[in-house]
Structure formats: C-alpha cells, structure tokens
C-alpha cells in the first residue's frame, strides 16, 4: 500500500500539543474537513470518540491508529500525528502514546479498512520506521520519512 494515496503533508502535523484524546480528535477534524462545517467536524469528532469507547485503539510502544467509519465520507484519508508531549491512550501496555495515524474511511469500506489498518500495524511494528518517526524535525520530515517505504 502506498500510503501517500490516503496521507497528504497537509494531514501530517509534527510536535503538535497532546493533552487529551478529544483535543486531538478536534485537532485533526478541523484539517479533515475542507468546508469548516462545525456540524461535520463535531461528526467525525464523535465518530472517534465512540470508536475509543469500544476498545483503546493504542497499540502499545507510543502508537495508536484511532480510526472509525463514516457515513458520507467518499474516501479512505489519514492524518499522522507526533505528540509534543505523549498522553495516556489505554493502550494495553499502558505506555503513553507519542505517535498517532488517525484513519477515517467510508462506511462500506470494510476490507479496504482492514487491509489499511494491517499495514499501519506492520509499519508500526519495525522500531527503525517508528524511530524516523519520532525523530524527524518537522511535519515536511514526518511526512517523508512515513511515506518512504
């Protein structure tokens, strides 16, 4: 999967603040949504939310791939997220999550979704590409340095 078909710059934000998993969901909502249309962004807002209800989307290690369904969403979009400061996640570890990819995807999209979501885990896995992660400098860096495998 080439993961610049669901990530762009725009969607990538480096050192950004953490202070709790609703901040960011608002954070990351504001640039999914083109329009600035508060009812749409409250949408995927509480999208998010209620996926994390459900179960921890933290993976353990300071990642987390929070990720829901929505209706009227025409496309698989990603946005990747470094944290300034690392927030509690209830990952299963209970490590404090530094680094997020945060997916939304189509309603349908139950495979694509899968399959998206399976590579993301086996990205996330190799310390080397989790390390380039953490340590690039800002969002342009972040950018390349997930979308260069």
Request: aromatic content about 4%.
């Amino acid at each position: 999967m080439d993961l610049a078909t669901i990530l762009t710059p725009e969607r990538t934000l480096c050192g950004a603040p953490g202070q709790s998993k609703k901040r960011i969901f608002e954070m990351v909502a504001n640039r999914l949504v083109s329009d600035q249309n508060p009812a749409r962004i409250q949408a995927i807002i509480d999208a998010f939310m209620t996926r994390e209800r459900l179960g921890s989307t933290g993976l353990g290690k300071g990642i987390a791939i929070p990720h829901c369904r929505l209706n009227g969403c025409d496309q698989c979009i990603g946005a990747l997220v470094t944290l300034e400061t690392a927030i509690s996640f209830d990952a299963p570890d209970q490590q404090p999550v530094d680094v997020l990819f945060i997916l939304m995807v189509p309603d349908e999209a139950t495979s694509e979704h899968l399959d998206i979501l399976a590579e993301l885990a086996k990205r996330f896995s190799d310390a080397n590409y989790c390390n380039q992660l953490r340590t690039a400098v800002n969002s342009e860096a972040l950018y390349n340095a997930a979308v260069a495998r």
